[in-house]
């Protein structure tokens, strides 16, 4: 929207902004093409053998095929492995400074299924990886939301990025180290090793946030959930949000303002021609790009 963008490659989801795109970047920026690393990442993992994957070809992709979807204003990645049919849907509410990635999860082996869900987000808030150093990060246990600022950017001091998700958590950290490990697998995360995540809250050094919850399928069902994350003004406008942006009332909401916004943008000019192709370009994708 005019003053909040994600980007979403085929690998997942990359970098966040708010307000500028280039300083205050909530989430790391990576320019590398060939690896594509995702700064904010989903693993599934299953709690009767604990074998971790994600739902989405990055970090940690599954041996099987993976359509990855790109729409006016949102992405979707759906996969098919370990007897579920997993479906993520991303995108931007049309007005409000937050992104929603909502999972849906379906149980094809007729069986009691138990699952943890966890989103890991590298933290930037600036415009150098530096800039992370002077993060300070807090949990506000009776909403069961992140909140993490930078008092030491003076341009966007008092700001504050939120992450939380729609379900009661399991486990929380905001040590990087803790999750990912000293050495910094993205594929195989030390915190997804163990049973639980330590809670810990840790302000400067690496941060980051890592949210569990847990998922159990009666068999044969399913069943959807979303993480929100963003930005507000300040402390109270991104606990506002966060809570706003539990509800899925709120996030069916946002999808279909999303859907008319870009219908209205995308509709001013139609083309017909002897060319299906040709069309679809120039009255969709040329426009969208542009």
Known sequence: NPKFGCVVSERGIGYAWSVNAGLRRLTPWSN???LDPPSTSIYLRDELDGEVWSPMP?????????????????SIFTHASHGL??????????????????????DSWERPRRLTVTLCMEWLLGSRRAD??????????????????????????????????????????TSREE????????????????????GAIV???????????????????????HFVFGDG?????????????????????????????????????QVESPDPGFDLQVNHWLLYQA
């Open 32 to 34: 590398d093409a060939v």
């Open 179 to 198: 999750f990912f490990g000293r050495g910094g697998d993205r594929r195989s995360p030390a915190g997804l090793r163990r049973i639980g995540l330590s």
């Open 203 to 225: 302000p400067g050094a690496d941060p980051c946030a890592a949210l569990q919850v847990h998922v159990d399928l009666p068999a044969g069902s399913a069943t959807t959930l």
């Open 132 to 173: 992370a150093r002077t993060l300070v990060t807090e949990f506000v246990p009776e909403h069961e939301v992140v909140l993490v600022g930078n008092s030491w950017n003076p341009t966007f001091a008092d700001r504050c990025a939120f992450v939380r998700a729609s379900e009661p958590l399991h486990g929380i950290t």
């Open 233 to 269: 003004e300040d402390r109270a406008a991104a606990l506002a949000l966060a809570e706003r942006y539990r509800e899925r009332a709120q996030v069916e909401a946002a999808r279909r303002g999303r859907d008319q916004v870009w219908e209205r943008l995308l509709g001013c000019v």
């Open 85 to 106: 049919d997993q479906r993520v849907e991303v995108f931007v509410a049309p007005e409000d400074s937050v992104v929603i990635v909502e999972l849906h999860l379906a």
């Open 58 to 74: 990055a970090p940690a992709p599954a041996p099987a095929a993976y359509q990855v979807r790109h729409g006016p204003g949102y």
